[in-house]
């Protein structure tokens, strides 16, 4: 639908993907926004998984006017910069050992695909060059240029895409709550795992460059996560095949799960990392590519890395990202994801109850969400013509809270939903969330209850 005419009677001159019709946003504080006729919407997304610390912050502004009075811009072959050094040595003193370099970008598909080219550049630098295969799950999401879309797993969403991208191998997502009868949950994970190793030697092991996942999964698969056994037979297949693992922390890194890296949560550590959102909390487009100095070193001694961005450690979005490291840090927002994350988990899991339609709760921290099916024992999904992840967003929107929706691969995995309140949400602000969610559940609720009893 289009936008509202603007204040002159004039249509909105930009264009996006469809979405229903849309108020005009005036101004935002804490989790909460308000349109320009003063509703109150509670952001129990943060936007796309985006605004960390919240609308409105203080020492954000103050620390993006500081930097702007110095210098906004110097490119990063001309100049260093202080925001950009600090803030990449902060990272690396915030994640597990072992990571020293940060490269940055402006956004998630950048540096999905910086760490896709770092990958591909190593391989060549160390004698591999007949590795260029990256496997990833079905479904997934990593980004929407063409080399990130080639990597997610939507084929039904992207198709009109697919002339232009290099077709990557896929395996399984590990949805191991749908598993056959008199499996252990541990048999299914270790099953879905085995599949990365037989993918590797189905490709031929000497062409696969990469694996990438997510460790809580985002917006194609609503937060899933697999058993603790996934995660270390992942990793031991990577090592045993010297194929490099990518975990994508655009959406669940910079504190959201309540650790810094999702993956602290299992212990096990990735080769390059990709982060974004959090990062700058919304206030600035900023990204980042960690990774080790034995990466890095390899490629710089073979002629350096051939990549790059006109913003990349831009001075002013560095100086955004440290203001929002500080933050975190401060005020224990990473502990808080961690505390509010468990109350809002076991709030959802409570809906179980009484929408038998909702298949599994999901999640860590405050990257937490949902399924909307047919069937929660065979995972079989509502009707795709019932739209349920359009409809049960509006109904929640139209009630002033705002959650996260899509449909991945024409809805065959069913309708995904994530709640992912701010880091600062407070239990007061989660009973908020619940309120809302459950009156949009309830209306929703019938016209999902004829569509399972005339499936």
């Known amino acids: ?96 050992d072992g990571f020293d370099q940060v490269f940055f970008g402006s956004g998630g598909s950048e540096v999905v695909e910086a ?39 939507d084929p039904a969403g992207f198709s009109m895409f697919a002339p232009m991208m290099v077709n990557h191998p896929k395996i399984p997502a590990p949805f191991c709550r749908y598993r056959p009868s008199g499996q252990s949950e541990d048999e299914a994970a270790l099953q879905y795992a085995n599949a990365l190793e037989t993918e590797i030697i189905n490709q031929g092991a000497e062409t696969v460059l990469a694996f990438i996942m997510e460790p809580i999964g985002g917006a194609a698969t609503g937060a899933l996560t697999a058993p603790d056994v996934y995660y270390h037979r992942i990793r031991e297949i990577c090592d045993q095949y010297g194929v490099l693992l990518i975990f994508d922390e655009v959406m669940s890194g910079a504190g959201r799960s309540g650790k810094y890296l999702a993956a602290e949560h299992w212990g096990v550590k990735a080769d390059l ?107 079989r999904p509502l009707p795709p013509e019932l739209d349920a992840h359009i409809h049960l967003a509006q109904e929640a929107y139209d009630r002033g809270l705002i959650i996260y929706s899509r449909r991945v691969m024409g809805g065959a ?15 007061d602000q989660i009973d908020e969330i619940m309120d809302l969610l459950i009156q949009a559940l309830r209306a929703f609720a019938p016209t999902a209850r004829a569509a399972i009893k005339a499936a």
Not at 125 to 143: D, F, M, N, Q, W
Not at 296 to 313: I, L, P
Request: aromatic letters at 8%.
């Open 1 to 96: 639908m289009t936008n509202p005419p603007l204040g002159d009677n004039r249509p909105s001159a930009m264009f996006f993907w469809p979405t229903p019709e849309r108020p005009m946003v005036e101004r935002g504080s804490g989790i909460y926004l308000w349109d320009q006729d003063g509703k109150r919407y509670i952001d129990g997304c943060s936007g796309p998984q985006t605004a960390n610390i919240g609308h409105g912050n203080v020492r954000v502004r103050e620390a993006m006017m500081e930097q702007a009075e110095k210098v906004s811009y110097a490119f990063r072959s001309h100049f260093l910069n202080e925001p950009a050094e600090l803030l990449a040595q902060e990272i690396i003193d915030v994640t597990p």
């Open 115 to 153: 760490c896709v080219k770092l990958a591909r550049q190593y391989a060549i630098a160390t004698g591999e060059a007949t590795r260029y295969k990256v496997i990833s799950r079905l479904p997934s999401y990593h980004g929407t240029t063409l080399g990130a879309l080639a990597l997610t797993g």
């Open 273 to 379: 990392v990709a982060l974004a959102k959090g990062l700058a909390s919304g206030y600035i487009p900023l990204g980042a590519c960690l990774t080790s100095r034995k990466i890095v070193g390899a490629v710089e001694d073979a002629g350096g890395f051939n990549h790059g961005h006109t913003y990349s450690a831009s001075p002013i979005a560095c100086a955004v990202g440290r203001a929002v490291l500080a933050e975190h840090l401060d005020n224990d927002l990473i502990g808080n994801a961690a505390r509010m994350g468990a109350i809002l988990k076991g709030r959802l899991e409570g809906l179980l109850d009484e929408f038998e339609f909702i298949g599994e709760v999901r999640g860590r921290g405050l990257l937490l969400g949902f399924d909307v099916i047919a069937n929660r024992e065979t995972g």
């Open 413 to 427: 995995r069913g309708d995904n939903f994530l709640v992912s309140p701010p880091l600062i949400v407070t239990e």
